[in-house]
């Protein structure tokens, strides 16, 4: 197929902007990325398709996704992370079904996929959600997902001596740390490589220090990828200086998760070591500034990360913490938040925010070689944008402008993943969109229930 008469942002090495440009897909690959008359002309019996003078960018990546909590959305506002955590999210998802997660990750899914999310990292599928369904969630959708299944064996978080976790979310070396590898026999590569098995540590002291040295060899063995939160609040910050009088960086390194098949997330109370640390190692920070916004975290230092030389990629986290998972929303607060805390107007421009969600969401999940970027021989992972017919994006001199400070997911019309149409004109082809927002909304009334929890509005209903 050649898709032509779009506005190609490429996000090569030269970061060539293509007017008029074409895309020739030949099976799962991009062939060819072109002036549409030249491309034309050199296969002129191509069917075509018409882009209409969109805007197409490379498949959005999205580094920090919680597939179980789309259901949670709205249950936990204005409270901070620990109280969020306890109260709310962990008593729903303690007592989640493998249904009910199945119907939340194809929630969360099919938002993803027509806001313009072509591949994600799922941080922590819990063994009760049902690895099973989850990958074939995966597999339906026609999205790219790299799962990240739990690893833990304490019932901990953040301090030694309080905070339990929901029994309901506990689980043993054995049940988790080796069902990992189960489900990595069973999954990775599935799907036409769609389908990528991950280690997700749970945050210490969750995951005891002798089982994070056990997971790091295991991934070194199998070469298995790794992606664990990390100094999201102060308390953890606390908890590497009092238990291991280390920063959150130095422990990281103790017990060998710093390298370039990490993904630490968050990361917003670091110590000076930590910046050389992470950039010699080569280790992957994803940002996510929604979640640690509205939780009251703190804000990441993002540009001294990138400074030192770390690749820094896009998350949105979960429902009760962004509350969507719209990557073109996060990345207008990427580009703000740090403009605001460091009265630096020039800080983290549009150009670099546009290079956080797509090539170096690519690099964090070791896929740099087949997306992040519209090239000959990627794979053919592209989003099409309606800013033309929108009046807050228009006018549109600059798409790089206009997708970072004016748009949301809404102006996705069109997803092309591994060369197949997944949204087209903003129909969801490979899911029954009714359909999952039905079972969603009788899935949470079904939890909500059972967890005698129901979200509701503070002002009195009359
Ligand atoms: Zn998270």
């Known amino acids: 197929m050649l898709y032509i008469n779009g506005t190609i942002v490429t996000m090569n090495k030269k970061r060539e902007i293509v007017k008029d440009g074409a895309i020739l897909v030949e099976g799962s690959r991009i062939r060819k990325v072109g002036k549409t008359t030249d491309l034309v002309a050199s296969h002129p019996k191509e069917p075509t398709y018409d882009l209409e003078n969109k805007v197409v960018i490379p498949g959005l990546v999205d580094t920090h996704v919680h597939l179980a909590q ?20 962990w008593v729903l998802q303690g007592q989640m079904t493998a249904e009910e997660a199945y119907g939340s990750a194809r929630l969360c899914i099919a938002e993803m996929l027509k806001s313009g999310t072509t591949c994600f990292l799922e941080a922590m599928c819990a063994d009760r959600y049902g690895f099973d369904g989850i990958a074939k969630a995966v597999e339906e959708s026609g999205i790219r997902g ?98 291991h009088d280390m920063t959150a960086g130095e422990f990281c390194q103790h017990v060998g998760l710093l ?3 990490t993904v630490l997330v968050h ?129 549109s001199p600059n798409p790089i402008s206009t997708l970072v400070y004016c748009a949301t997911g809404g102006e996705v019309e069109t997803v092309v993943i591994d060369g197949r149409l997944v949204v087209e004109r903003g129909e969801l082809l490979t899911m029954d969109e009714e359909e999952i927002k039905r079972e969603a909304r009788r899935h949470a009334d079904n939890l909500y229930e059972r967890a005698g929890f129901r979200g509701k509005p503070k002002w009195p209903i009359v």
């Open 70 to 89: 789309a259901l949670l959305r709205g249950s936990g506002d204005d409270c901070e992370l620990i109280q969020w955590l306890c109260q709310t999210v």
């Open 146 to 243: 790299c799962l990240g299944k739990i690893v833990m064996d304490v019932g901990k978080y953040a301090s030694q001596n309080a905070w339990s976790m929901h029994p309901g979310l506990v689980e043993t070396r054995e049940q988790s740390l080796l069902g990992v590898l189960e489900m990595h026999d069973k999954w990775h590569g599935k799907a036409d490589n769609r389908i990528h098995v991950w280690f997700g540590a749970r945050t210490p002291p969750g995951i005891s220090v002798d089982l994070l040295k056990e997971m790091t060899q295991l991934s070194r063995e199998h070469d298995i990828r790794i992606t664990m939160h990390c100094a999201e609040v102060e308390a953890d910050k606390v908890h590497y200086r009092e238990n």
């Open 259 to 261: 390298g370039d098949k």
């Open 267 to 395: 990361m917003i109370w670091l110590d000076d070591p930590d910046f050389k640390l992470l950039a010699e190692t080569g280790t992957h920070v994803s940002h996510n500034p929604s979640s640690n916004s509205k939780l009251a975290s703190g804000v990441a230092p993002i540009p001294r990360l990138l400074e030192a030389g770390v690749n820094v990629s896009l998350g949105c986290d979960g429902g009760p913490s962004n509350n969507n998972y719209d990557m073109i929303m996060e990345m207008k607060l990427a580009a703000l938040i740090h403009k605001a805390v460091s009265c630096n107007p020039v800080t983290m421009p549009a150009e670099t925010i546009l290079e956080m969600a797509t090539i170096n969401g690519a690099k964090a999940v070791g896929l740099e070689h087949e997306i992040g970027s519209l090239e000959a021989n990627k794979k053919a992972d592209f989003v099409v944008l309606d800013f033309e017919s929108k009046l807050h994006t228009t006018p």
